[in-house]
């Protein structure tokens, strides 16, 4: 069994900083690529940032100079560092994660998301 237990969502003033993480944990072999998604009502669910195991990041055009994301392989954990808040990153954010369990194949986990409210 693998979980993904995402943690650091809220609601925040615009402009305001929040830090999410995401942390893997179960029969883990090996964590590939790691990443944060956000869903927002009536929209489908849209990459935000990815980065791999190499620490190679890749970012939406809406958060680039705004969102960081890093991760701390010793603890299979992902963050994602968000400054500059606006209303329009209000969404449910989700985690997810491409690994190899010692019993099961690659393939992708995600979290159960996490609320992110940005007032104006």
């Known amino acids: 069994q693998v979980h993904l237990v995402e943690s650091g969502g809220g609601l925040v003033q615009s402009g305001g900083s929040l830090r999410l993480s995401c942390a893997a944990s179960?029969?883990?072999?090996?964590?590939?690529?790691m990443g944060w998604y956000r869903q927002a009502p009536g929209n489908q669910r849209d990459l935000v940032a990815s980065?791999?195991?190499?620490?190679?990041?890749n970012y939406a055009d809406s958060v680039k100079g705004r969102f960081t994301i890093s991760r701390d392989n010793a603890k299979n954990t992902v963050y994602l560092q968000m400054n500059s808040l606006k209303p329009e990153d209000t969404a449910v954010y989700y985690c997810?994660?491409?690994?190899?369990?010692?019993?099961?194949?690659?393939?992708?986990?995600w979290g159960q998301g996490t609320q992110v409210t940005v007032s104006s």
């Open positions: 980065i791999t195991s190499g620490g190679r990041s």
């Open positions: 179960g029969s883990i072999f090996r964590v590939n690529g």
């Open positions: 997810k994660a491409d690994l190899t369990g010692w019993d099961t194949d690659r393939k992708a986990y």
